[in-house]
């Protein structure tokens, strides 16, 4: 059982093209991130969340704490985009984090 | 430095041997994660320690694995008797948590040691 689903697994887009990726959890929880992984790269945090929405450039993450689901929106998409997004929720009942398998995002110029 | 460091970023072992690997948190970061990342899937925990203290190991997968964290600030996983399975990259992660608990802090990366165990 997994504690993070993400969908969808494999994502491919045209530059321009709006994109969303979703995550849905099972777990309570004090925090969310998304994180973005690229090709033989290091994790880079891009949001963290605990309600509401936050906004950076041409990313957008929301999350609706009631539903246990978060999205992750990318506004007119470019192929630099293309990496694994990986949403991770920070477990407020252990002292972990649980982690969705990723999304992989390919933007085509 | 500025970020989280790891090292080695890449080690080639051979099934049986000794491996370890070295994870540098931003100073003054409390919490220090450890992951391993098979390929073509998401992290999974190993291991948590807030300061010294270890307080979640239930990632680990065998007694092979044994982590440590002595003064605080640098840990060390180390991998005994190295088997294939345990080829991955492992990640450590380090984040500010405030006195009294709770989660506040951004989450830091290193890029993660490769090991490929031969």
């Known amino acids: 059982k997994n504690e993070v689903e993400q969908s969808p697994q494999n994502l491919t887009a045209q530059e321009g093209e709006f994109i969303t990726i979703n995550c849905s959890y099972s777990?309570?929880?004090?925090?969310l991130h998304w994180l973005q992984q690229h090709p033989g790269g290091g994790i880079v945090s891009l949001f963290m969340?605990?309600?509401g929405k936050k906004k950076h450039g041409r990313l957008i993450a929301t999350i609706n704490i009631q539903e246990k689901h978060s999205s992750l929106h990318i506004t007119a998409s470019h192929p630099r985009d293309s990496a694994v997004y990986i949403c991770?929720?920070?477990?407020?009942?252990?002292?972990?984090?649980?982690f969705g398998t990723g999304t992989s995002l390919t933007v085509i110029p | 430095g500025a970020g989280v460091s790891q090292s080695p970023r890449y080690k080639v072992a051979k099934r049986g041997q000794d491996v370890a690997l070295r994870c540098d948190p931003i100073?003054?970061?409390?919490?220090l994660f450890w992951y391993q990342q098979a390929l073509g899937q998401g992290p999974e925990f190993l291991t948590y320690?807030?300061?010294?203290?270890?307080?979640?190991k239930s990632g680990l997968p065998s007694d092979r694995f044994f982590a440590e964290r002595p003064e605080g600030s640098v840990s060390t996983l180390k991998i005994q008797r190295t088997q294939q399975e345990d080829s991955a990259v492992y990640l450590c992660?380090?984040?500010?948590?405030?006195?009294?608990?709770?989660?506040?802090?951004?989450?830091?990366f290193g890029e993660g040691s490769r090991l490929t165990v031969l």
């Open positions: 777990v309570g929880i004090s925090a």
């Open positions: 991770a929720v920070f477990s407020n009942t252990g002292n972990q984090f649980y």
């Open positions: 992660a380090s984040s500010l948590i405030l006195a009294g608990g709770g989660y506040t802090g951004e989450l830091f």
């Open positions: 969340l605990s309600s």
């Open positions: 100073s003054g970061h409390v919490s």
């Open positions: 320690f807030q300061n010294e203290a270890q307080l979640d």
